[in-house]
Each structure stands twice: as C-alpha cells, then as structure tokens.
C-alpha cells in the first residue's frame, strides 16, 4: 500500500505537469496511471519533434530532485495524425484499454 506522502506527491506532480506540458504546442496528450509502486506519466506529443523531446526529458531530469517519494516511468511517444495516446497505452497496459 502506498503511503501518503508518496500520494500526496504523486498529486502535486500530475498538477505541475499538466501545467507545464500545456504550454508545450508540440504536446497533444497527457495521461496518468499507477500500477503497482509505480506512476507512469505517458506524453503523446506531434511526430517528431525534437525540441519538445529535449524539454521533456529536462523535465524529467529534475523530477526525482523535486518529488523523492515517488518512482516513476516517464514515456514520451511521438504521435502522427490519425493515432491517439490511448492506443500506445492500451498495446503497453492491456488491463487499463479505455480507461486511460
């Protein structure tokens, strides 16, 4: 079971990066699961961008600095026109398909 400190941070970081990532034109999606110990953060972003990839992984650089108490598997998935977030999601994690 997960503690509280660990969930409360596990909150704060989905609110900061949901505000950070909505700043990024290259972001299309944002999704959120917990499985087990660990929070998974999935970011959809357009094609290839590189610079938002670079942004991204300097985000994620400085979140283990910021939220200790929380392990987490960041994913970051180029997205092209007709595909969607949900459907990398659901090929990764079956359980969660249309729940994500």
Do not use: C
Not at 41 to 66: F, M, N, T
Not at 85 to 97: I, K, S
């Amino acid at each position: 079971m997960m503690n509280a400190a660990a969930r409360s941070d596990e909150d704060k970081l989905m609110i900061e990066l949901t505000e950070r990532l909505s700043g990024l034109p290259a972001v299309r999606s944002i999704r959120f699961l917990h499985r087990d110990s660990t929070f998974s953060v999935w970011v959809g972003i357009k094609g290839h961008d590189r610079s938002a990839r670079y942004a991204l992984y300097e985000l994620e650089d400085r979140i283990p600095q910021q939220f200790p108490n929380v392990k987490i598997e960041f994913h970051v998935v180029p997205i092209s026109p007709g595909s969607s977030l949900d459907d990398f999601v659901a090929a990764a994690w079956p359980e969660v398909r249309g729940s994500a």
